[in-house]
């Protein structure tokens, strides 16, 4: 089979996330069993537009792997970066899909690994192929009111009035904008399936109402079975960790004040690995730890690229005794599951991604959304075990197991596989 893969991140100039990982991983196997061409999306242009070197030596890397359209190094000397279409995407993105559809014709089935544009659903519609697309994130948020509740509730701080994405923003751009075009989108042009990496993306949406087949990739996703060769379950020092995102949305905000409440029963510090989401973020965070008397107890080290200096990130994580993980948005999380495979036990939020991965697992504690006492009583709860206990709660036979099965990208690779088969032959 011929197979069009439509993304932007695979040659996009930036350090991918959960989703540019899985989509490289999963690409790479598939060309193994499909030809595959790649179409890089709107996106790209739209946001690295003005990088172009970057740009050009990662599409010579990918171009190994996969074909990229000759029309696609034309787009990119004619279209340059865009605030405004970035923005407002649907002019732009219906344009160049119109061009890119001249070049689907011996292409048999169209595929996104994670939605980030609307283009697919464009070029399938100019082409009429069939496609399918891989969500790792809502489409859109269906519920206007409980949408922003949560904003307010997460992003409404002083450093509002500096981020363009705030709470009002965001609420706004949802239900004034993304909302009308995927909801216009999925009947002028609906895929042949929409898979998730969990039950997350579909909730938020609320996907299950239309009449679109919808699919739950397991395994989702998956981790470096390099770190199980290092997986530390005893060996640990006194502190725990957070790594990912520093933003209001993952929860950094409210941190300091769950570290306070942990010190009042256990003497144990925090190591903060990632990059904060803006200077007031950063500024906001410190101020609360100095407030609350916990910032000389957080170690803050800065982004450490896992796959540039893995022995550092592997020595630092795994040693901690807790992932401390009050995240407000995730699908899947790979920041758990990369802490799970090196030997530490998480206490999290109970949010709808994180609970439909990970609520079998006892050495992922979950409590209710904001509820900051009750994750930092869950955390004492666990630094305070026994060394035995604390063994047994990453060490029993459920959890090895579940390791074993998110520890391959070929088995995430086959769950795609089969999807596209099977909706391709339709």
């Given at each position: 089979m011929r197979l069009g893969i439509v993304y932007d991140q695979l040659i996009a100039p930036i350090f991918p996330g959960g989703g540019g990982v899985h989509s490289l991983e999963v690409i790479k196997r598939l060309a193994n069993d499909f030809e595959i061409v790649y179409?890089?999306?709107?996106?790209?242009?739209?946001?690295?537009?003005?990088?172009?070197?970057?740009?050009?030596?990662?599409?010579?890397?990918?171009?190994?792997?996969?074909?990229?359209?000759?029309?696609?190094?034309?787009?990119?000397?004619?279209?340059?970066?865009?605030?405004?279409?970035?923005?407002?995407?649907?002019?732009?993105?219906?344009?160049?899909s119109k061009i890119y559809a001249k070049y689907t014709k011996d292409i048999e089935f169209l595929y996104e690994p994670d939605h980030t544009t609307a283009d697919i659903f464009f070029i399938s519609k100019f082409s009429g192929k069939k496609?399918?697309?891989?969500?790792?994130?809502?489409?859109?948020?269906?519920?206007?009111?409980?949408?922003?509740?949560?904003?307010?509730?997460?992003?409404?701080?002083?450093?509002?009035?500096?981020?363009?994405?705030?709470?009002?923003?965001?609420?706004?751009?949802?239900?004034?904008?993304?909302?009308?075009?995927?909801?216009?989108?999925?009947?002028?042009?609906?895929?042949?399936?929409?898979?998730?990496?969990?039950?997350?993306?579909?909730?938020?949406?609320?996907?299950?109402?239309?009449?679109?087949?919808?699919?739950?990739?397991?395994?989702?996703?998956?981790?470096?079975?390099?770190?199980?060769?290092?997986?530390?379950?005893?060996?640990?020092?006194?502190?725990?960790?957070?790594?990912?995102?520093?933003?209001?949305?993952?929860?950094?905000?409210?941190i300091p004040d769950i570290l306070y409440q942990i010190r009042k029963k256990v003497n144990i510090s925090l190591k903060l690995l990632g990059k904060f989401s803006s200077r007031c973020i950063e500024k906001l965070f410190w101020l609360k730890?100095?407030?609350?008397?916990?910032?000389?107890?957080?170690?803050?080290?800065?982004?450490?690229?896992?796959?540039?200096?893995?022995?550092k990130f592997i020595d630092i994580v795994s040693k901690a005794k807790l992932l401390l993980y009050p995240s407000h948005i995730d699908s899947f999380s790979l920041t758990i599951l990369e802490s799970l495979a090196l030997g530490l036990p998480v206490v999290s939020y109970d949010i709808v991604g994180i609970h439909s991965i990970y609520k079998n697992i006892d050495a992922v504690r979950l409590v209710n959304e904001f509820h900051k006492d009750e994750l930092a009583r869950e955390?004492?709860?666990?630094?305070?075990?026994?060394?035995?206990?604390?063994?047994?709660?990453?060490?029993?036979k459920k959890i090895i197991d579940f390791l074993n099965f998110y520890s391959s990208w070929d088995n995430v690779a086959l769950e795609v596989k089969k999807y596209i088969l099977e909706f391709g032959k339709k």
């Open positions: 179409f890089p999306s709107s996106r790209l242009f739209l946001k690295w537009g003005d990088r172009k070197d970057e740009i050009l030596h990662k599409a010579d890397y990918i171009g190994k792997i996969v074909e990229i359209p000759e029309i696609f190094y034309e787009m990119l000397d004619k279209y340059s970066e865009s605030a405004y279409n970035t923005f407002f995407f649907e002019k732009f993105s219906k344009n160049m496609f399918g697309i891989t969500l790792h994130t809502p489409l859109f948020y269906n519920n206007n009111l409980e949408y922003l509740k949560e904003l307010i509730r997460i992003r409404f701080n002083r450093c509002l009035i500096y981020n363009r994405r705030g709470f009002i923003t965001s609420y706004l751009y949802n239900a004034l904008y993304l909302k009308r075009v995927y909801t216009k989108l999925l009947d002028y042009s609906p895929p042949s399936f929409i898979a998730s990496v969990s039950e997350g993306p579909l909730f938020y949406s609320a996907l299950y109402k239309y009449s679109i087949p919808l699919r739950i990739l397991s395994p989702g996703n998956a981790f470096d079975s390099d770190l199980l060769k290092y997986r530390n379950v005893l060996d640990k020092a006194d502190y725990m960790i957070y790594f990912g995102v520093l933003a209001e949305h993952k929860g950094v905000l409210e730890a100095k407030n609350l008397g916990v910032d000389k107890n957080i170690e803050f080290l800065g982004f450490i690229d896992k796959h540039k200096e893995k022995s955390a004492v709860n666990i630094l305070q075990l026994d060394r035995n206990t604390y063994s047994d709660l990453l060490n029993n």
